[in-house]
């Protein structure tokens, strides 16, 4: 899904059937498929990533257009935060979700509620800094937040949206403060749903660690019909509107489900 959220006109997976083992691969790793052969080789299971592929090879044929698509869905329940170490964060439409309830801590690290993950400044291969994930119990590293230009920073490095951007899924980075104070470096946290807001942004977005838990990717067949594709990654059940024109669908997709609508 991320791949064609991504301007890709396709893409391959490299297993798509395996022996019991998994392989190995070539660099000696044991893999995953979407088949996999019993002990005996006489006959297959088949997983469920199989199914999840389909709804891209099966309903997405050769010779469809990607065409743009927002996503505005919303949990009930803010689910499993389901976050690893060195995940990146992002700004995203708010969704509700866990991902997206962070807070200062009285050290002045910046932590995901709920979660054993604080916000931390890295250096990149490019001589830059992004922000990435790490058990909060491992770094010594603290935010210096300036109430009165709403800046948080280290040093000479305050927090920024990638290029100035406020596109659904644009990096949170650390960049050189520039001298003027700019909204993109401007953040505030919010004590009503226990979300972190950019002064950039004109609409309901929230700071998002890892990504968001709902994506989606419309195509226009050859045959001019319409395909969405839906996944929900999140423990808890997503609701959102399907609108196209005028008209307007209340629909839903399952905890870790995926779903194709067709018209």
């Known amino acids: 899904m991320t791949d064609l959220t991504n301007h890709v006109a396709g893409w ?6 395996l022996d019991h083992t998994g392989g190995p691969n070539h660099k000696g790793n044991l893999c995953d498929a979407p088949i996999i052969l019993t002990k005996d080789e006489t006959d297959f299971i088949i997983q469920p990533m199989f199914y999840f592929i389909q709804h891209f090879s099966k309903f997405i044929p050769v010779g469809s257009r990607r065409v743009d698509v927002q996503v505005a869905a919303h949990f009930e329940k803010p689910g499993d935060a389901q976050l690893y170490v060195d995940y990146q964060s992002s700004l995203a439409t708010c969704d509700g979700s866990s991902r997206q309830t962070i807070h200062k801590t009285d050290d002045n690290k910046m932590q995901v509620t709920n979660t054993p993950f604080c916000l931390n400044m890295v250096p990149t291969p490019t001589q830059g800094r992004e922000i990435r994930l790490v058990e909060c119990q491992w770094t010594q590293q603290t935010w210096t937040f300036e109430e009165d230009t709403h800046r948080i920073r280290i040093d000479d490095y ?23 104070v700019v909204p993109h470096q401007q953040w505030t946290f919010n004590a009503e749903d226990g979300t972190m807001r950019s002064h ?10 890892g990504y968001s838990f709902v994506q989606a990717a419309a195509f ?17 059940p997503a609701e959102f509107q399907v609108q196209v ?4 669908l209340d629909t839903s997709v399952l905890p870790g489900a995926i779903r194709t609508y067709i018209w």
Not at 12 to 17: H, I
């Open 12 to 17: 391959v997976d490299w297993n798509l059937l």
């Open 158 to 180: 305050c927090m920024s949206l990638s290029h100035g951007s406020t596109e659904n899924g644009v990096r949170v980075t650390a960049d050189k403060c520039e001298a003027d």
């Open 200 to 209: 950039a942004s004109t609409s309901n977005q929230c700071v998002t660690t």
């Open 220 to 236: 226009v067949t050859p045959e001019n019909r319409k395909v969405l594709v839906v996944l929900n990654e999140n423990t808890e």
């Open 245 to 248: 024109g005028d008209a307007v």
